[in-house]
Every structure is written in structure tokens, then in C-alpha cells.
């Protein structure tokens, strides 16, 4: 598409900071009782929006970026239940669009800097990671999804191998085996780079950050940056040692909220604050390794009021803060309580350039635009949003109702699946209203709310997508959709 300098000129820069494993209850704009006082994310709340109700699409982190990148829930990818690793293949579908190949058609330059966790395509003679060949190119990662530039490493902190890589290259092939034996400081023993220091990735991510904004000149740039920070291993650098008063977690974020406050230093530096979106969240909720009982002594709640935390069905697996700072549109200290989904981003950024998605793209995205720039609505901006737990349990939320498939966390807290209490329901259905703790199961004595919840969910997976369009088809197909748990328990 032809476009004139002018135009491109005028249109806003993203900057997409995605926290991980930061909870709810974490940055003190969200949590008037959190010992974690977070200035820079204060400031943006003050300078932009707040949403009270934003939902990553599963409550761990490979599934969740693959949402926000695509537009689409995470559960209709190959995908079912858990996470990735450092050598696992690529989850997103070769043509599919994603939010950067959107904003690259339109004359963007694309970045994605730090933790990627979508898998890549390692060279390797018998396919197995102890036979990487680390001189050779990475194939269909990041720069083959619509990325122009990438500069991170392949998956989480605590997952080898630990090794930078730039585009589609490893800056240093691994020279040494290294492992965290701390429990707060703790990785996998692997493969780790000449030029690899767990402790400088944080630091040396942001950097590159700073160094493209400078490097951007007059062109819109979409700068998509997964932090690999607050999740394990957890390393505060000097500066933040015992600053936050709680524990070496605490430091930790709030490391991290320097890290917004030094890319929007930069932006005013550069003169482009004002032309720039920049978007704040988290992956999904905190983890137990920020260990809660010695949090819990000093009065600092991750999760805040919600009930779980990383892996679950329940809210504080899910519920993430999203700030949203774009000082020529959005009206400083807005706060929004509507419910929003991470994977909104791809049909908010379509509405954003005037563009429509094609009907294989943005299945579950509805575009937070008009929330943004503070419009009426004529009614809820999405009719539900649906949740998935690291075992792969459904939730589905529309209104007040929220509706779980599994008969306790899904997840990490109690009851684990296969420890739920003998005779406990199959399903959980909560009125967050009057029970935002999740304690209280109605699903007995409402029991057409829960018809009516499975009924939509059930259209949702059949149908491809949750947004009006063409059927759409999930990996694994009737088969797939035919063998849930859940549409067991319907059938049955």
C-alpha cells in the first residue's frame, strides 16, 4: 500500500512493555495497600488510562503472548495446556498475521526485544536440543512473523539455552554450562554464552530498547517488549537491593518500573511522548516463587483481593494491570472498568489504521479504541471473555457471572487438580459482583446462568472464534473440540 511520508508521520508509535509473572497487586496504582510503591506506573496512570478489568488470555506465558500477538485465544493453537521451552518449534502458524506483520504492512518499523517463548527453529541434525548447532541461522522466529528486528533470548529466564540472539543468529555460541541454585536466583543447568549473564539481560534488553527509539527517526515504530522480569530467576541489580522494603522480588519490580520510566524518560528526550501509545501489562499473575507467606507477613498481596495466582482458572491467575499512556488521545487519569482481553490488541491497532482484518485473523480480538479515547458505549464492549488455566481448564466470564470448568484451581493453588475435596462439583460458577474472592459456588442454585454460559462457550470453540465472521478452524479440529473434559460433562 502506497502511503505519503506525511501520513506515516502522523501516525502513533506503540510501545508494548509486558511484564513477567508481575501481579495484579503488585503496582501500587492498582492496590492502595501494596508495600510496592511503583512511581513510573503511578505516573502513568496519572498520565493515561487504567483498566480494572484486563484479562490475559491464560494464566502462564507462552499461550498468552501467542493471544496478544495474534489476536486469536490461545487454546486454538496446537497448544492445549502448558508451556514452551527454550528449543521447542514455533506455536504461531506459518501466514498467519500477527499484530506486527499488521503494523509492518503499514509502513511500521517492527521490534521485539527481549523474552520470546513462541518457540523457534533451531538447527539441529537429530532434533533434539543437545544437538543444537548454535552457529547456524534460526529459522521462523520473531523476523518471520513480522518483526523487523529482534534482539532477546528464546524463552524464559530460567530455561536454556542461555544465549542472546539477534535476528536470527546467537551473538555467542554457549562456552559453558551454568545453573541458579538459589531459590529466589534459580534457573536450569544449560548451555549459556561467552557474552551471557543472567543478571545483565534485563539491563541489556532495555538498552536496545533506548537505542531503537533514538534510531527511529521520523518513521512510526511498533516496539513489542516482553520483559524477562519479575519471573525467576529473580536478580535485582545493586541499585534496587533492599529498596522496595519487602523482599528480593519486591526489588525486582520495582527495577522493572524504572525500566518504564527510563523508555518514557527516552520518548520525551526524543520529542515523541506525546505521538506515542505505550501500553503496560503482564503476561498472566504472579508466581509462588515471590514467595508469599514472607510477603504476606509485611501486608503485600500479589494477587491483591483475587483469589490464585500464575497457573490458575481463578482470578489472580488472569487479572493483570494494564496502563495505557497516549497523551494526545487518551485523557489523563481516565480509569476503565470495563473487561477487557489482551488479545484485543490486534483489532484495536486494525480500528487504530483504519483497516479491516481479514477473517482469518483477530478471531477474539475487539478493539479497546473507543474505551481508549473515551466514548459511550452502547453496552458491554465485549460480550464475554474466556480463560484458560496451565492444565488447560475453560473459565468463561460475561458480566458478573464467571463460569469455571474444573472442579478446583486448574492451576498451582489449592485445590490442584486431582487434590480437589471428594464429591466437589465439576464446575465453579462465582458472581464476582458480590464474591470478587471466588468463595461462594452457585452453580447449583443458577443453574440457567450456567446453560446459558456453556451454550456460549461451546459456540465460541465451534465457531473458530468468539467475534462475528466466517467459521473458523482450531487445531485439532472436531476431534479436539468433540474430546474436551468439559463437553464431556455437557454430553453426558
Given at each position: 500500500m502506497n502511503q505519503t511520508k506525511a501520513d506515516l508521520k502522523s501516525r502513533p508509535n506503540i510501545i508494548y512493555i509486558l511484564a513477567d509473572d508481575?501481579?495484579?497487586?503488585?503496582?501500587s496504582c492498582f492496590?492502595?495497600?501494596?508495600?510496592?510503591?511503583t512511581p513510573h506506573l503511578d505516573k502513568m496512570a496519572e498520565r493515561g488510562m487504567m483498566c480494572t478489568d484486563a484479562h490475559s488470555s491464560s494464566a502462564v506465558c507462552t499461550p498468552s503472548r501467542y493471544s496478544i500477538l495474534t489476536g486469536r485465544y490461545n487454546w486454538r493453537s496446537s497448544l492445549k495446556k502448558g508451556v514452551f521451552n527454550g528449543y521447542s518449534r514455533p506455536l504461531i502458524e506459518q501466514g498467519r498475521m500477527t499484530v506486527a506483520s499488521l503494523l509492518k504492512d503499514a509502513g511500521y518499523r517492527t521490534a521485539c526485544i527481549g523474552k520470546w517463548h513462541l518457540g523457534l527453529d533451531w538447527h539441529?541434525?537429530?532434533g533434539a536440543a543437545g544437538d543444537v548447532d548454535y552457529t547456524q541461522p534460526i529459522k521462523n522466529g520473531p523476523t518471520a512473523t513480522g518483526f523487523d528486528y529482534f534482539y532477546g533470548i528464546s524463552a524464559s529466564l530460567d530455561m536454556p539455552p542461555?544465549?542472546?540472539?539477534e535476528n536470527e543468529r546467537v551473538t555467542a555460541p554457549p562456552d559453558r554450562i551454568t545453573r541458579g541454585d538459589d531459590e529466589m536466583a534459580w534457573w536450569r543447568e544449560g548451555p549459556t554464552g561467552a557474552d551471557f549473564r543472567h543478571e545483565e539481560v534485563l539491563p541489556r534488553c532495555t538498552r536496545k530498547v533506548l537505542e531503537t527509539i533514538e534510531a527511529a527517526g521520523d518513521s512510526p515504530f511498533f516496539i513489542y517488549y516482553p520483559l524477562p522480569a519479575p519471573h525467576t530467576p529473580i536478580l535485582p541489580s545493586a541499585e534496587f537491593e533492599g529498596k522496595s522494603g519487602t523482599n528480593r522480588y519486591g526489588d525486582?519490580?520495582?527495577?522493572?518500573?524504572d525500566v518504564v520510566g527510563q523508555i518514557i524518560g527516552k520518548l520525551e528526550q526524543c520529542g515523541r511522548s506525546d505521538q506515542t501509545i505505550v501500553i503496560f501489562t503482564s503476561d498472566n499473575g504472579c508466581s509462588p516463587k515471590a514467595n508469599f507467606p514472607e510477603l504476606a507477613e509485611i501486608g503485600h498481596h500479589p494477587s491483591y483481593h483475587f483469589r490464585g495466582h500464575k497457573a490458575d482458572i481463578y482470578e489472580g491467575g488472569h487479572r493483570v494491570p494494564l496502563l495505557i499512556q497516549w497523551p494526545e488521545r487518551i485523557k489523563a487519569g481516565s480509569v476503565s472498568h470495563e473487561a477487557v482481553c489482551l488479545s484485543d490488541l490486534m483489532?484495536?491497532?486494525a480500528e487504530l489504521l483504519g483497516r479491516r482484518l481479514p477473517e482469518d485473523a483477530g478471531?477474539?480480538?475487539?478493539?479497546?479504541?473507543?474505551?481508549?479515547?473515551?466514548?459511550p458505549l452502547s453496552g458491554p464492549l465485549r460480550e464475554a471473555v474466556v480463560h484458560h488455566s496451565i492444565n488447560g481448564s475453560f473459565s468463561i466470564r460475561k458480566g458478573r457471572w464467571k463460569l469455571e470448568l474444573c472442579p478446583g484451581s486448574g492451576g498451582w493453588s489449592d485445590p490442584r487438580p486431582g487434590q480437589e475435596p471428594e464429591g466437589a462439583p465439576p464446575i465453579q460458577l462465582y458472581d464476582l459482583e458480590s464474591d470478587i474472592g471466588e468463595r461462594s459456588n452457585m452453580q447449583e442454585s443458577c443453574p440457567e446462568v450456567v446453560e446459558e454460559l456453556l451454550a456460549l462457550l461451546i459456540a465460541y470453540v465451534r465457531n473458530g472464534r468468539s467475534t462475528p465472521g466466517e467459521r473458523q478452524t482450531n487445531a485439532g479440529g472436531?476431534?479436539?473440540?468433540?474430546?474436551?473434559?468439559?463437553m464431556r460433562h455437557i454430553n453426558g
Open positions: 508481575m501481579g495484579y497487586g503488585d503496582v492496590n492502595a495497600q501494596s508495600r510496592i510503591r539441529s541434525n537429530e542461555y544465549v542472546y540472539i525486582f519490580v520495582l527495577m522493572c518500573d483489532a484495536t491497532v478471531e477474539d480480538s475487539v478493539s479497546s479504541l473507543p474505551v481508549w479515547l473515551g466514548h472436531t476431534e479436539w473440540e468433540q474430546g474436551l473434559e468439559w
